[in-house]
């Protein structure tokens, strides 16, 4: 299994941007389908975006397609989310995860602590 942390959460105004990182620690990163979900006060958690283990393909939720961009580096065990034109519903609890099996029906076996973005309108 992979250990993960995420960090670059913070406050931002309506309209701006931020990127998540993901930094994974243990063996075969490479080899793990890697994911971004959120979990908003009083909600359940939901999925975000998903990157297969080559960065080849790539998914998004529905909510934030052409405004997210989810990425990999597996030189430096690291996973990444572009998040653009941010609105207050994007106000959450960002959780990193990794998984295995086809990207459409992910395993996810690893989770992070989180990280809080806060988008002010």
């Known amino acids: 299994q992979v250990q993960l942390v995420e960090s670059g959460g913070g406050l931002v105004q309506a309209g701006g941007s931020l990127r998540l990182s993901c930094a994974a620690s243990?063996?075969?990163?490479?080899?793990?389908?890697m994911g971004w979900f959120r979990q908003a006060p009083e909600k359940e958690r939901e999925f975000v975006a998903a990157v297969n283990w080559s960065g080849g393909s790539k998914y998004y939720a529905d909510s934030v397609k052409g405004r997210f961009t989810i990425s990999r580096d597996n030189a430096n065990n690291r996973a990444y989310l572009q998040m653009n034109s941010l609105k207050s519903d994007d106000t959450a609890v960002y959780y990193c995860?990794?998984?295995?099996?086809?990207?459409?029906?992910?395993?996810?076996?690893?989770w992070g602590q989180g990280t809080q973005v806060t988008v002010s309108s």
């Open positions: 995860a990794a998984g295995v099996g086809p990207i459409t029906s992910v395993d996810w076996r690893s």
């Open positions: 243990g063996r075969y990163f490479s080899t793990y389908n």
